[in-house]
C-alpha cells in the first residue's frame, strides 16, 4: 500500500469517526439525559467569559462539520492526484459493494429516482427527524406533568400543551434548517465526499425546505391560536430585550412563505422568474430567523450556513469578472453553442455545468448549462450549448440569430462537476438521452475519445440512444466531435448511434435541416478574460484552508467581543445586553471572517495564475511550430456521425427491449432527459432481470 493510499484510508476513517459523533449529538439532543445531564455538566465545563454560553454548542455542533469540512478538502486533493492513474475509475466504483449503493433503490414519486445510498441518507434523516419529533413532545408533557403542582395561573392543561407541542415543533424545524444549505453549497467538499453534486442533490434541498416550512408554519399558528384563547394578542408585538423576539420571528414566517408559495412546482415552472426573485429573501429570512430564533439555535446551525456563505462569496468573485466569449453556433434547432475562452489550467470532469449570466437580458438570473468540451482535447476553450426552451434562453437566441451583435457581455460561475470520470470503469455503456439531454452524452464522449488515445488504456465500447422531436435536432449529434478529433480516434472506437425522431414519419430533404447554420465571431473586449478556477490549480486545498481560517477568525474575534465588550456590560453595569445585538455580532463576524480570509486567497491565488499563464503563453510562443494540417473538416464529421448513426422516424425507443437484450456482465446504463424517461430506464435496471445494468442519471430539475 502506498503512502498516499494509507493517508487517504486514515482520513477517511476520521471523518467517519466525527461524523457519527456529531450524529449521535443530534440523537441525543431531544432526550432528557441531554438537558437534565450532558448539557449542565457541558456547559460547567466548556463555558467561559470568551464564549459564553455558546461554547457547548459551538464545540457539539459546529467544530465537528466543520472539521469535517475542512479534512474532506485534503482527502479530495489527494484522490484529484492519483486521478491521472488508470486506476484511479475504480478505486471506489469497481467494488461490487460500492456498484450496490449506487443501484436506484427507488424510481417511484414522491422520492423519485434515487440510489441506495441517497435512500440510506434519506432513512437516517427521516428516523432522525420522526425521533426528535416525538422526544421533544414527550419531554414536553413530561415537563408539565412535573409542573402540575404549580400551574400557571388560569392556564388549562390542553393550552400548556398546545403551547409546548408548538414549541417543540419549532425545534425540530431546526434540524431541517440545519441541513437545509449543504445540498445547494455547489462547491461544497462534503458533497464531493460522499460522491454527490449540488445539481443532483436539489431535491433535498427541495425536501428539506417543504418539511421545514410545515414544521415552522405550525409552530407559528400554534403560538397564534395560544395567545388568541389566552387573550394574549399583545405577545405578537414583543421585541424582548432578554428573550426571543416575536415580531422577528413573524417577519422570518412571512418571508418564508413568499419564498414557500413560489416554489411549488406548478408556480415556479410557469413564473420561474417569480420564483428566482422571491427566493433571493432568503438572506431577510435568515437574519430574522437568527434575531427570533437566538444565538443558541444559530450555533447549531452555523455549519451549513457557514459553508453557503464560503461557497457564494467565491462565487460572487469569479462572477464579478467578466467571461471572454469566442464565437456562437447557431444550429437550425434553436439551439446555441457557446465558445468561450478558458485558461489552460482549468481542469475539469465530463457531466460538469456552467452558470451563465447575460446582464443584457437579466442582470439577476443565472442558469446552468452543460459544458460539453472537454478540457484535455480543448485546453483552451470551454463550450456550452444552450436549448432555447425558457423565455430566457429565446431571448439569447433570438438576440444571437439577429446577427446585430459583435460582442456580448457574459459573466460565468463554475464548472462545477463530479469529482472523477467514473463511468469510465464499465466494460460497455450504454447511453440515453432524450431532446437537450444529449448535452452531458457529449462530454462523456469527447472524455472517452480523448482516453482512447492513450497507451494501454481500455475504454469501453458505447451505444446512444437518442430521442429528438423533429429531424432538425439531429443536427446537435454533429456536436459530438471536436474539430481536434482525426478520423483514425474515431473509427477505432466501438460507437454506435440510434436516433429516434419522433414526430416526423420521414426524412426531410438535407437543405431543410442545415439552411439555417450559422456561426458568429465576436470581438475582443480588454474587459473580458477566460475562465479560469477561482482558487487556482489546489482548489481543494486552498477551498481547505479558508474554511479552517475563516472559522478559527471568527472563533478567535468573537472571544474577544465577548470578553472585552459583552461580559463587562453584562457583569459591571448591572444590564443585560440586548439578545438581538448579540445576534447580529454573531451574522457580522461569520460574513466579516468569511469576506476577509477568501479575498485575501482569491487575490493570492489570482496573481499566482496570472503568472502561471504568462508562463504557459511564453513557453507556447518560444516553442517551435510546424505546419500541421487541420484533422477534419466538419464535413468529415457529418459523414463519421452519419456512418455510425442508424435514424428510426415516427417512433420511440423500445427502452425496455433495448436493456434487457444488452449482452455484457458490467454495463453502465446513463440517462439524461425527462423525468418519464429517467424513471422508465431506472426501473428498469432496478429489476431482477438486470443485474448487470449499473443505472446512473445525469439530469437534475432546477
Not at 429531424?471 to 474515431?490: H, K
Not at 436516433?499 to 439555417?516: C, G, H, I, N, W
Request: proline share 5%; glycine share 4%; aromatic share 12%.
Amino acid at each position: 500500500m502506498s503512502t498516499n493510499t494509507a493517508v487517504v484510508s486514515v482520513i477517511r476513517f476520521i471523518l467517519l469517526l466525527v461524523f457519527v459523533g456529531w450524529l449521535i449529538i443530534w440523537i441525543v439532543l431531544p432526550t432528557e439525559t441531554y438537558r437534565d445531564s450532558w448539557r449542565p455538566y457541558l456547559q460547567g465545563k466548556l463555558n467561559s467569559t470568551y464564549f459564553g454560553d455558546q461554547g457547548t454548542n459551538l464545540l457539539l455542533f459546529s467544530f465537528p462539520m466543520m472539521f469535517i469540512a475542512a479534512l474532506s478538502c485534503v482527502y479530495l486533493h489527494l484522490i484529484r492526484k492519483r486521478k491521472s492513474n488508470k486506476s484511479s475509475y475504480s478505486t471506489y466504483y469497481s467494488t461490487s459493494f460500492a456498484s450496490y449503493w449506487r443501484r436506484p433503490a427507488s424510481v417511484k414519486s414522491p422520492l423519485g429516482s434515487v440510489t441506495a445510498m441517497e435512500l440510506g441518507f434519506t432513512i437516517m434523516f427521516i428516523a432522525l427527524f420522526v425521533w426528535s419529533l416525538t422526544n421533544y413532545i414527550h419531554v414536553g408533557f413530561a415537563h408539565l406533568h412535573k409542573m402540575h403542582t404549580k400551574p400557571v395561573p388560569g392556564l388549562k392543561e390542553w393550552e400548556a400543551k398546545l403551547r409546548s407541542v408548538s414549541y417543540r415543533l419549532g425545534l425540530t424545524g431546526n434540524i431541517c434548517l440545519a441541513f437545509l444549505f449543504f445540498p445547494v453549497t455547489r462547491g461544497s467538499s462534503i458533497l464531493a465526499l460522499v460522491g454527490l453534486t449540488s445539481e443532483s442533490s436539489i431535491k433535498y434541498h427541495i425536501w428539506l425546505g417543504h418539511l421545514s416550512m410545515v414544521l415552522f408554519a405550525a409552530h407559528s399558528l400554534g403560538y397564534i391560536i395560544f395567545w388568541a384563547i389566552t387573550n394574549q394578542m399583545a405577545e405578537m408585538l414583543e421585541w424582548s430585550k432578554t428573550h426571543v423576539s416575536n415580531v422577528a420571528g413573524e417577519i422570518a414566517i412571512l418571508f418564508a412563505m413568499a419564498m414557500w408559495v413560489t416554489s411549488i412546482p406548478r408556480v415556479r415552472r410557469k413564473m420561474f422568474e417569480l420564483f428566482f426573485y422571491t427566493h433571493q429573501l432568503y438572506i431577510l429570512y435568515i437574519v430574522f430567523y437568527v434575531l427570533h430564533a437566538g444565538e443558541n439555535f444559530f450555533s447549531t446551525i452555523l455549519p451549513g450556513i457557514f459553508l453557503f456563505i464560503i461557497d457564494r462569496y467565491l462565487r460572487f468573485l469569479q462572477s464579478n469578472q467578466r467571461a471572454e466569449l469566442l464565437s456562437a453556433r447557431i444550429l437550425p434547432c434553436e439551439t446555441i453553442e457557446l465558445n468561450f475562452s478558458k485558461s489552460q489550467g482549468l481542469d475539469y470532469n465530463p457531466t460538469s455545468i456552467l452558470f451563465i449570466n447575460v446582464p443584457t437580458i437579466s442582470k439577476m438570473q443565472w442558469h446552468p448549462f452543460t459544458v460539453t468540451s472537454n478540457s484535455n482535447m480543448e485546453a483552451d476553450k470551454l463550450t456550452v450549448v444552450i436549448k432555447s426552451l425558457g423565455s430566457w434562453s429565446q431571448k439569447l437566441y433570438q438576440q444571437l440569430s439577429s446577427n446585430s451583435m459583435d460582442h456580448i457581455q457574459v459573466s460565468v460561475e463554475g464548472p462545477y462537476g463530479p469529482n472523477s470520470s467514473h463511468f469510465l470503469r464499465h466494460k460497455a455503456l450504454v447511453m440515453i438521452s432524450g431532446g437537450s439531454g444529449i448535452t452531458p452524452m457529449i462530454s462523456i464522449i469527447r472524455e472517452i475519445i480523448f482516453q482512447s488515445t492513450k497507451p494501454d488504456c481500455h475504454v469501453p465500447p458505447v451505444r446512444l440512444i437518442c430521442a429528438f422531436k423533429n429531424s432538425a435536432d439531429l443536427t446537435m449529434l454533429q456536436l459530438l466531435l471536436p474539430i481536434s478529433v482525426t478520423p483514425s480516434n474515431f473509427t477505432q472506437l466501438q460507437f454506435q448511434i440510434e436516433a429516434y425522431v419522433t414526430r416526423e414519419t420521414q426524412k426531410l430533404p438535407p437543405s431543410d435541416s442545415l439552411k439555417l447554420l450559422q456561426t458568429l465571431w465576436f470581438k475582443p473586449d480588454p474587459l473580458d478574460s477566460p475562465i479560469s478556477l477561482v482558487l487556482g490549480q489546489n482548489t481543494w486545498l486552498w477551498l481547505g484552508a479558508i474554511i479552517s481560517s475563516s472559522f478559527v477568525l471568527f472563533l478567535f474575534v468573537l472571544g474577544i467581543v465577548n470578553r472585552f465588550y459583552i461580559y463587562p456590560i453584562d457583569h459591571n453595569t448591572g444590564e443585560h445586553y440586548h439578545v438581538s445585538f448579540i445576534c447580529l455580532w454573531y451574522m457580522f463576524l461569520v460574513c466579516a471572517s468569511i469576506f476577509i480570509v477568501s479575498s485575501a486567497v482569491f487575490i493570492w491565488c489570482k496573481r499566482q495564475n496570472a503568472i502561471e499563464e504568462g508562463k504557459r503563453t511564453q513557453n507556447a510562443r518560444s516553442t517551435p511550430t510546424t505546419d500541421i494540417e487541420l484533422a477534419s473538416s466538419p464535413h468529415n464529421h457529418e459523414s463519421l456521425i452519419a456512418q455510425a448513426t442508424q435514424v428510426h422516424y415516427g417512433t420511440r425507443p423500445d427502452l425496455k427491449k433495448i436493456l434487457l437484450e444488452t449482452k455484457g456482465s458490467d454495463i453502465g446504463v446513463l440517462v439524461s432527459g425527462p423525468r418519464k424517461m429517467r424513471h422508465e430506464v431506472a426501473t428498469v435496471c432496478s429489476s431482477s432481470l438486470a443485474h448487470n445494468l449499473h443505472f446512473e442519471s445525469i439530469s437534475f430539475n432546477w
